[in-house]
């Protein structure tokens, strides 16, 4: 975890995993590096939170890996899901449903399935393409921790590789354009970017 500036109450906290993605922000707000996975964005993101004050909302910037044949560009997300998560199995066991999909846009948007598994392989990207349309491994945790803490949450993607074989290798060669791309969408869209 790393967090750079200070959090206020009247701006937002611009999120990513790592220093690759955000190499190309020119921004005065606050800035914060959770690392790769789940864990790691709920830990910082709770940390980070949990130190106040809480942030006027959040925004997510990152990578994902597109599920379906011509996706590309940049994304506002509609929706989460937990891909890695066994909820049915889960809620058989208990009764109770853990980890449902969580709504993070009012105006609708692809689905982003979140899981730790980087998904590399032709068979695990067809049957997670049933589900969503974009894939990450931090979206679901940080949306989860915001959504507890009652702060909003913006969640953008920007497509980096096709999920699958040679998803890895995509990444590493087009992580530099993405984050230029990344800079660019908060410039123009975050009004407080430049202030």
């Known amino acids: ?34 690392g790769m996975g789940k864990v790691n964005a709920a830990g910082a993101l709770a940390a980070a939170l949990g130190r106040g004050p ?9 990578t994902a890996g597109a599920l379906r044949p011509g996706w590309t560009g940049t994304h506002v997300i509609g929706s989460v899901l937990q891909h890695d998560l066994d909820s049915d199995v889960l809620a058989a066991l208990t009764g109770e449903v853990y980890g ?8 609708g948007g692809p689905t982003l399935a979140t899981g730790d598994s980087f998904i590399a392989d032709e068979e695990a990207r067809a049957r997670l393409a049933l589900r969503a349309h974009l894939v990450d491994m931090e ?20 497509v980096s590789d096709e999920a699958g074989e040679g998803a890895a290798r995509t990444w590493r060669e087009s992580v530099a354009d993405c984050a230029r791309v990344l800079a660019a969408w908060a410039e123009a869209n975050i009004p407080e970017y430049t202030a």
């Open 139 to 158: 979206g679901y945790a940080l949306a989860s921790v915001a959504q507890r803490a009652g702060v909003p949450l913006r969640i953008v993607k920007h």
């Open 1 to 34: 975890m790393e967090l750079s500036g200070h959090i206020a109450a009247d701006r937002p906290l611009l999120v990513l995993a790592v220093k690759e993605e955000a190499q190309f922000l020119d921004t005065d707000l606050p800035v914060l590096l959770t």
């Open 54 to 62: 809480y942030p006027s909302r959040v925004v997510n910037l990152g």
């Open 100 to 107: 449902p999909p969580l709504d993070v846009s009012d105006r």
